[in-house]
């Protein structure tokens, strides 16, 4: 299905697909350049930072922007800290309470625990396609992380946060 967000930006919504970022890969590999949302119910190859297993169960956000650079690849480090800056805006928006901590290089943080990871990749050249990765924790946390997770709350509704993520 296609959405067209208030800011202009398309948005392909899957069910269930292998991987947003994936399916960015092979979009960028046919010539689409966006800007255009890849948005997921759930993901069955989801990933973070080193291939790590990224949990993707329905009731979180499972989204990837694909867009274009007139720079080289080595402009996607700096999209990383971007997103997150987005999505730390983003929250200030819908929990003005909650205090966000960006931790370098790819999560954004609660209370010391994450509930957002980003993952830049260049999935296609000339021009440069990036595709930013991010997965939120909305309704629910992973359980047996090495690290502290938590969730935004399940009152949200996951294209409600697409749709400030967008506009952050």
Same mark, same amino acid.
């Given at each position: 299905?296609?959405?067209?967000?208030? /800011?202009?930006?398309?948005? *392909?919504?899957?069910? %269930?697909?292998?991987? /947003?970022?994936?399916?960015?890969?092979?979009?960028?590999?046919?010539?689409?350049?966006?800007?255009?949302?890849?948005? !997921?119910?759930?993901?069955?190859?989801? %990933?973070?930072?080193?291939? %790590?297993?990224?949990?993707?169960?329905?009731?979180?956000?499972?989204? /990837?922007?694909?867009?274009?650079?007139?720079?080289?690849?080595? !402009?996607? !480090?700096?999209?990383?800290?971007? /997103?997150?800056?987005?999505?730390?805006?983003?929250?200030? $928006?819908? *929990?003005?309470?909650?205090?966000?901590?960006? $931790?370098?290089?790819?999560?954004?943080?609660?209370?010391?625990? $994450?509930?957002?990871?980003?993952?830049?990749?260049?999935?296609?050249?000339?021009?440069?396609?990036?595709?930013?990765?991010?997965?939120?924790?909305?309704?629910?946390?992973?359980?047996?992380?090495?690290?502290?997770?938590?969730?935004?709350?399940?009152?949200?509704?996951?294209?409600?946060?697409?749709?400030?993520?967008?506009?952050?």
């Amino acid at each position: 299905a296609l959405l067209i967000l208030e /800011t202009g930006h398309p948005v *392909r919504h899957y069910d %269930r697909i292998d991987s /947003t970022n994936l399916e960015a890969r092979r979009l960028a590999e046919e010539g689409e350049g966006g800007p255009l949302w890849l948005w !997921a119910d759930e993901q069955t190859l989801g %990933r973070g930072r080193l291939g %790590r297993r990224w949990v993707s169960e329905p009731g979180n956000l499972y989204a /990837t922007f694909l867009f274009s650079i007139g720079q080289g690849p080595q !402009a996607a !480090a700096q999209v990383s800290f971007v /997103t997150a800056l987005a999505v730390h805006d983003m929250v200030s $928006k819908l *929990r003005p309470h909650l205090t966000p901590r960006i $931790k370098w290089p790819n999560d954004v943080l609660l209370g010391g625990a $994450k509930f957002c990871g980003v993952l830049p990749e260049v999935v296609g050249g000339n021009p440069t396609r990036i595709a930013i990765g991010c997965g939120v924790n909305i309704a629910h946390a992973p359980e047996g992380t090495p690290y502290p997770v938590t969730a935004l709350g399940a009152d949200l509704a996951v294209e409600h946060v697409l749709r400030a993520l967008d506009r952050a």
